[in-house]
Every structure is written in C-alpha cells, then in structure tokens.
C-alpha cells in the first residue's frame, strides 16, 4: 500500500490477490453475461448489415433517392453495431466502479475516487497549462494525499466552441495537479518542442536552458528565468519522462502556477478501464496499470519533497 513509505509493484500485486481480487470473483458471472449478450445482439446486427450490403451490391436500384436511403440504412446499422458494444460494455464499467473503487483505493490508501465532476477546471487555462477553453468534459477523478502534498489526477477531455465553427479539442488525456505548500514568484510552463520556440502565451518569454537533450525535447516559456532554471533540473525532467511513460502519453507539457504544478498528460487511450468484457473482471495487469500511474505521480512528489537542490 502507499503510506509515506512508496510501496512497489510486487507489494501491490499480493495485496490484490489477497483482498480485492476475491471481491471482483463476485462479478464474473455478471461479466460473462453481459458479454454473451453483446455477442449475441451484434451478431444479430452484423448478419442484418452484411444482408443488407449483399441485396444492395446485387440487386441496384435505378432511383437514386431509393439507392441513397438504403446506403444511409447500411451506415446506421454499422453505427448501431459498434454502439451496442459499447454501450453494454460502458455500463458495466460504470457499476463495476461504482461497487469496488473504494476497495481498490483502500489497496492504495489516502486516495479516493469520484466520476465526472470537478470543481478546479478554470485553473488549467489561468496556469497557461492548455489554450483557453469553453467546455470540459471528466471522466474518473482520484484525489489523495502523500507527505502533506495534496494531489488530483483528472482524466479530462477540453474543447473551445466558436460561433459558426466545429469545436476544437485543446485537450485530451490526464491532468495532473500537485499542491506542492510553496508558492512560487513566476509562472513556468513547459511544452513540447516546437520548430520557431514562439511563445503561446502574451506574457511569457521563451527560455533556453543548458540542457541540450532536453532543449531537443521541449521548449520553456516563463516570467522568471531565475526560477526557472531553478526547478526544471534533470532529476525533474527524469521523474516527468517516468509519469509520461506510465499514463502510456503522446507528449506531455507542465506548469508552475501558484502553489501549484499541473501535468498535462496528452493520450488518445481510455485511462483507468477496468471492465472489459473480453477479458476477466478480476485480471491483475488493469489494476496494475492503474498502480503504475499513480505510483509514478507518488515519485514526481517524493523527488520535490526530497530534492534539496529545488529547495521544496
């Protein structure tokens, strides 16, 4: 578990087996069910598709208002199709979180687990972190503390509508917030590197640093170049790579704010799943990717609780 004292995988794995994995026993029938009934409901909409592709191949008709509808009808069974299984699958996602992520955090201890709300949002456009935003969407939101540092990890996705215009997504992945009980004078914002360096921010200036590896990687832009090239050190860089590697990101961009870092972590793919139905309800390697991810949050606060060259 992870007390003030980080545990490691394996400590993890035989708590799982022990306490959490009996409990998830309880819904594999329930698993199995629900499976054999999206099996059955998208064979039945697929050999309706494929029938339907067959008489219009075969069989053209010469009205084209006639030949347009039954094109529409192919693609709204093929969207049904993939909506079923999605559908019944989400579910029972949904209640299989909603009946054992108390259980699985008690796996963790000092974190909890809520869904879709969240109160923080505007704080990611004021820290510079992502581009301003008229929407957000969240979806599983753990919170908890380590070594008086409080910190939320937001699976999120931020979009910015504009009159007349289809929305843009800014953002898609996981948020990480760390308040780290010290505040600091400017506000420092790392983003992926860019070919011109140009600063996305009016009142931030590109910053070089001395790193070559990492000047190759990312771009810093900052109000105060002093603290600066105070905080971003390679043991920093080092723990970032760690949580990017973890959350499985494309790239990854942070900022100091406040008394605040936030970690943008920017992925395509469906963090914390946990209720295939394709595979096992009580299978360890979900759960374990889970740990991974927050393990590697619970290092990125050790090293500025430890760090005494940042002087956190």
């Not at 708590?15 to 009934?37: D, G, Q, S, V």
């Not at 069974?77 to 949904?94: G, H, P, R």
């Not at 070594?147 to 937001?154: F, M």
């Amino acid at each position: 578990m992870i007390t003030d004292k980080t545990c490691q995988p394996d400590e993890f794995r035989n708590y799982f087996y022990l306490k959490l994995a009996p409990e998830l026993n309880r819904y594999e029938k329930e698993r199995k069910k629900r499976l054999i009934t999206a099996v059955i409901l998208t064979s039945i909409e697929l050999i309706l598709l494929l029938l339907l592709i067959y008489f219009t191949i075969t069989y053209p008709l010469h009205d084209n208002r006639l030949v347009s509808l039954e094109w529409l009808a192919v693609i709204i069974l093929l969207s049904l199709l993939i909506f079923t299984w999605v559908f019944i699958e989400n579910n029972f996602e949904k209640e299989i979180k909603r009946n054992i992520m108390k259980s699985v955090c008690n796996c963790i201890v000092n974190i909890k687990w809520k869904k879709e709300r969240y109160s923080g949002k505007s704080l990611f456009s004021i820290a510079n972190l992502v581009p301003e935003y008229t929407d957000a969407y969240f979806d599983d939101i753990f919170y908890g503390k380590y070594k008086d540092v409080e910190y939320e990890i937001i699976e999120t996705t931020l979009r910015r509508n504009k009159r007349g215009k289809l929305s843009k997504t800014m953002f898609t992945g996981c948020i990480v917030k760390l308040a780290l009980n010290k505040r600091f004078k400017g506000n420092t914002v790392i983003c992926p590197d860019s070919f011109s360096h140009k600063s996305p921010f009016e009142n931030l200036k590109y910053t070089e640093l001395e790193d070559i590896v990492f000047e190759k990687k990312f771009d810093v832009f900052t109000d105060d170049e002093v603290e600066a090239r105070y905080l971003i050190t390679p043991a920093f860089m080092e723990r970032l790579n760690t949580m990017k590697t973890a959350f499985s990101a494309q790239k990854v961009s942070c900022s100091f704010y406040g008394e605040n870092l936030f970690i943008g972590l920017y992925t395509e793919a469906d963090l914390f799943s946990i209720g295939s139905l394709l595979q096992p309800i009580n299978e360890e390697k979900q759960f374990l990717a889970l740990f991974e991810e927050i393990l590697s949050v619970i290092k990125l606060i050790d090293h500025f609780k430890l760090d005494k060259q940042i002087g956190l």
